[in-house]
């Protein structure tokens, strides 16, 4: 028999926990039982671990339920110990014995006497309880927000792809010229019609170099809102916003679609290019794993060559901080192209180099 009595101190402290507004009903009374029959109540520790888990389901219950345990406990322990002899009392006087003789003693057998049948056992009166724990209103607790973090925010990003503009005016000629209209009236000394001018379009080409999967993975969906932005909801015509995909390296081959299903040569990636086709990189380059790759950094050299062949407005966004290239492959290619790091500030800067406005741009690790 154990020390304590595991379904007197369920049964007290479920009634108890009820007083305390706890959304308790039979079923997790019932429950309780059920744990303490298949061995999850073998001591004080067990018990209580066992009721927390069953009927503590916030962080405020959890803290009113550890004072409310101890004061169950103390009574239970307070009810089991012996009460002490009144005092000045006097012991029941001993029933003197018969004697009875021998010979009946020898003759007659002892008579039994019938054993009364023992009480029904006591069950505790939950016929008040509801079976289902009522739905009442749990005490407001202290949250901490759990927010996905970006290197920059969706809205910056179309902020700031609203400054990649290349103006040709070769639209419909239905813009009204004022001062070309004010030149011809003062040169043909009357006014005949007014001056139109052609609407101006946005030309600006963007071919966007995503680097996807491996250490780029936990920036999927930044690069996604990057790629969206830069189609649906900047300046530029959907028609000139292309994107490609590849792993660690553009080397040989690139893919059209995020999954690197669709593959095509790089070769024909860069066919699309001309000296006004602004190109943005996306990638870690290395940065996120802290490896410094020689191969890696032969490879991304060859492949930025290659591209100012074709173009010089060139860009590259690294999501990883800045002090993070320190020793990795990225450090290296950072010499060799602009490099910013992917926030607010950063693109703000590729943007005015892929746009033909180059900053002075000299590396540092700090």
Not at 28 to 51: I, K, R, W
Not at 63 to 81: C, T
Not at 215 to 242: C, I, K, R, W, Y
Not at 286 to 291: D, I, S
């Amino acid at each position: 028999m154990t020390a304590f009595d595991p379904q007197a101190l369920v049964l007290r402290t479920f009634l108890q926990l009820r007083r305390s507004n706890f959304k308790l009903g039979v079923a997790d009374y019932m429950a309780a039982l059920d744990a303490v029959a298949g061995g999850f109540g073998e001591d004080l520790a067990s018990l209580e671990d066992t009721l927390k888990l069953l009927w503590c389901h916030s962080l405020s219950e959890h803290s009113q339920f550890q004072p409310i345990w101890q004061s169950v406990h103390r009574q239970v322990k307070a009810n089991r110990q012996p009460k002490p002899p009144f005092p000045g009392g006097r012991e029941a006087p001993s029933r003197p014995q018969e004697t009875v003789p021998a010979r009946h003693q020898a003759s007659e057998p002892p008579m039994l006497q019938p054993q009364p049948p023992p009480p029904p056992p006591r069950r505790a009166a939950l016929g008040s309880l509801p079976v289902q724990a009522p739905s009442l209103l749990s005490g407001e607790e202290d949250t901490i927000p759990l927010q996905a973090y970006y290197p920059i925010s969706r809205r910056s990003m179309v902020y700031n792809w609203r400054y990649l503009r290349r103006p040709v005016a070769d639209g419909p000629q239905d813009v009204l010229d004022i001062d070309a209209t004010i030149q011809q009236v003062t040169r043909q000394g009357f006014y005949l019609a007014p001056v139109y001018g052609r609407r101006e379009r946005n030309q600006a080409r963007l071919l966007l170099f995503i680097d996807h999967d491996g250490s780029m993975t936990p920036f999927h969906q930044f690069t996604g809102d990057l790629v969206e932005t830069a189609q649906q909801e900047s300046p530029l015509d959907a028609e000139n916003v292309n994107a490609v995909y590849f792993q660690n390296v553009p080397a040989g081959t690139v893919f059209r679609d995020v999954y690197l299903t669709q593959s095509m040569p790089l070769a024909a990636a860069l066919g699309s290019c001309d000296p006004t086709t602004s190109v943005l990189i996306v990638s870690d380059g290395g940065a996120a794993r802290g490896y410094r790759l020689r191969d890696r950094v032969r490879s991304t050299s060859r492949f930025l060559l290659q591209l100012k062949r074709h173009t010089s407005l060139v860009a590259w966004l690294n999501p990883m901080p800045r002090r993070r290239w320190v020793g990795s492959s990225a450090e290296i290619i950072a010499h060799s192209v602009p490099m910013f790091q992917m926030d607010s500030d950063g693109l703000n800067n590729a943007i005015d180099v892929v746009r033909g406005q180059p900053l002075k741009h000299t590396y540092s690790a700090s």
